[in-house]
């Protein structure tokens, strides 16, 4: 029996358009030894019953819509390899896709997980994403969306692997403590990253895993009211989950600014509503969830302030880039 070193991890709801491409693409890799996963997160459309027709594929449904970040925890949880790679439903690997990414991994104990090269799917020779960074402002963002292609060919260092192609090692993730599912949906991978950063681990981006991407396939635009509402919601318990107190009151002008500059790009597209309700969530949700924050005293206080050091640095990238929120 073949031995299976990546379990391929699928999350999917409502998927049907684009899962027979996505899992097609899966089957003509020149790596074979992985297993796919795919977890239906209580869809509507035809997407189970197209599943249950894929005999080379384990599914996992659930009954009722319970988020991305439970959905790949499931999943996690009953893959048997040693790297799982999560991968959106809307998306067509490249034939090497999972080799690469498997070897990237396993360069350096120390690296946790790896972002692939995702490509815009209308036009290819434009980026969709090559990995995260989150800065002082309180902005997750990539430094790729919309740009050529060809400025992403080296290898890097990176905040955080967007999940929606990327490896990790399980049994750290799980170490972790998986995906937090109080994101639901949005920045789970950016604070996971960040929580693996805090052990000493490193997220990088490997171009040679290259994957198209079709973008906002379930919220269904780049901006509308439920991910306005839940990024701004998940931001918000990012900062206070992942920051020391001492790095809030620090960044706190710039935080601040970062909200005020947000509230009005979205009052101006005529989201600033759905914004300004997902702060006031993400208040609330701080207050319900006080025992995630780690105990930082425990935390040496050279590794925060390098912490410090590269937001403050993602914060002058993110404003040299001078392109949209």
Known sequence: MMEIRVSVIIPNYNGMEYLDNCINSLRGQDFKNFEIIVVD???????????????????FCHKENVGFAAS?????????AEYVLLLNNDTVAGRSFVGELYKAVRTDEKVFS?????????????????????????????TAKDRPASEYRKATEVFSACAGAAIYKRDLLLELGGFDEAHFAYLEDVDLGYRAKWRG???????????????S?????????????????????LIYKNMPLWQIILNAP??????????????????????????????????????????????????????????LANTFRRILMRVSI
């Open 41 to 59: 997160d209580a869809s509507a459309d035809e997407s189970v019953a197209y599943l249950k027709t894929c005999d080379d594929i384990r599914l």
């Open 72 to 80: 790949v925890n499931d999943g996690i949880k009953e893959a048997k």
């Open 114 to 142: 790896v972002s692939a090269k995702m490509l815009s799917m209308k036009d290819p020779t434009m980026m969709d994403d090559a990995g995260d960074y989150y800065c002082s402002l309180g902005w997750q963002f990539t």
């Open 201 to 215: 681990y490193r997220n990088l981006y490997w171009p040679r895993a290259v994957v198209k991407h079709a973008g």
């Open 217 to 237: 396939a379930v919220s269904g635009s780049r901006h509308n009211e439920f991910k306005v509402r839940l990024t701004a919601r998940n931001n918000i318990y």
């Open 254 to 311: 710039q935080l601040f600014a970062g909200i005020l500059i947000k509230m009005a790009f979205f009052a101006v597209k005529g989201l600033g509503a759905a914004y300004l309700e997902g702060l006031l969530q993400g208040v609330r949700l701080c207050g319900n969830q006080s025992e995630m924050r780690p105990d930082y005293s425990k935390i040496p206080m050279p590794v925060q302030i390098r912490m410090e050091m590269e937001l």
